[in-house]
């Protein structure tokens, strides 16, 4: 009997010593925020001129009127093309322009406006701050209007104040070592947005 449990304990020590060598360590976390002093960061922000992200956003306005859809923007400056995609009274609409002409293409037609905020709110009943885009998407304030930010540990932006909008930056991912945000949320005393970005693609 004695002999039989000492050769049960040496297959149990030999398939734990086995189990041992097979396990592999846990990935180490990846970093998600990188210090920069702020104008340092806004200087490698600035320096992302063309881009595309994916994301999702949920526009809902003061007296209850809300609409989801997904989205994806695509900047090949100074020109930038933004697609829609869902239930926006529509199955997908797509906004395309530049600093001197805009252009939205929708229920099968196509519609011209000076501004891109114009073309959303007549045709698609949308208040939403496309001529900013191209630097609120990236974390930064747009260069042609006034502004307040206030910073987090890292220098990121994590709040902004502009052109009647709070802009509120919620997470950021990083791409290689370049910090972008990922979750934002707009609002004014009307309208509330709030910002899921999936995908970042730099190119």
């Given at each position: 009997m004695k002999k039989i449990s000492v050769i049960i304990l040496a297959v149990f020590l030999s398939s734990c010593a086995s189990f041992t060598q097979t396990s592999t360590p846990l990935p180490k976390p990846k970093i998600v925020n990188h210090y920069l002093p702020w104008a340092q960061r806004k200087a490698q922000l600035n320096a992302i001129q063309n881009f595309r992200?994916?994301?999702?956003?949920?526009?809902?306005?003061?007296?209850?009127?809300?609409?989801?859809?997904?989205?994806?923007w695509e900047q090949n400056y100074p020109n930038y093309q933004l697609n829609f995609f869902g239930p926006l009274g529509t199955q997908s609409a797509v906004l395309t322009g530049n600093p001197e002409r805009v252009s939205l293409t929708a229920h099968q037609q196509t519609y011209h406006a000076q501004n891109p905020e114009k073309l959303l709110h007549d045709q698609l009943g949308l208040n939403l701050p496309v001529s900013q885009f191209y630097y609120w998407l990236r974390g930064l304030p747009a260069p042609q209007?006034?502004?307040?930010?206030?910073?987090?540990?890292?220098?990121?932006?994590?709040?902004?104040?502009?052109?009647?909008?709070?802009?509120?930056?919620?997470?950021?991912?990083?791409?290689?070592?370049?910090?972008?945000?990922?979750?934002?949320?707009?609002?004014?005393?009307?309208?509330?947005?709030r910002i899921k970005l999936t995908h970042w693609e730099i190119k």
């Open positions: 992200v994916n994301g999702n956003l949920a526009i809902h306005e003061t007296s209850g009127h809300g609409v989801n859809a997904s989205f994806s209007s006034r502004y307040t930010t206030n910073l987090d540990a890292y220098n990121h932006i994590m709040q902004l104040r502009q052109s009647g909008w709070r802009i509120v930056y919620q997470h950021f991912t990083n791409i290689g070592k370049i910090d972008l945000p990922d979750r934002i949320q707009l609002s004014n005393c009307q309208w509330q947005v």
